[in-house]
């Protein structure tokens, strides 16, 4: 089994900035892709950002130029560095790795007021 920590989430004003980590723990055999989706209320589950094992990186438009996906391989960690936050980016974020499994995260909450 595969654990995943999420940490980081929290309220911030408008233009601020937050930093989250999801930490992998357990049987882990190979990490290929790690990346953060998130969840609005009533909205389906969206793909924020996803970093390879080569670390080429991939975004969602809407967060292109603000937000920064990175891992530490040796840590078993995935962060997103967020700025500029919008309260459109206001939403429940879920950390994803990918072994020959694919394990969520528990989800954290961001919430950014205007």
């Known amino acids: 089994q595969v654990q995943l920590v999420e940490s980081g989430g929290g309220l911030v004003q408008a233009g601020g900035s937050l930093r989250l980590s999801c930490a992998a723990s357990g049987r882990i055999f190979g990490i290929n892709a790690m990346g953060w989706y998130r969840q609005a209320p009533g909205k389906q589950r969206e793909l924020v950002a996803t970093?390879?094992?080569?670390?080429?990186?991939n975004y969602a438009d809407s967060v292109k130029g603000r937000f920064t996906i990175s891992r530490d391989n040796a840590k078993n960690t995935v962060y997103l560095q967020m700025n500029s936050l919008k309260p459109e980016d206001t939403a429940v974020y879920y950390c994803?790795?990918?072994?020959?499994?694919?394990?969520w995260g528990q989800g954290t909450q961001v919430t950014v007021s205007s």
């Open positions: 970093v390879t094992s080569g670390g080429s990186t």
């Open positions: 994803l790795v990918v072994t020959s499994n694919g394990y």
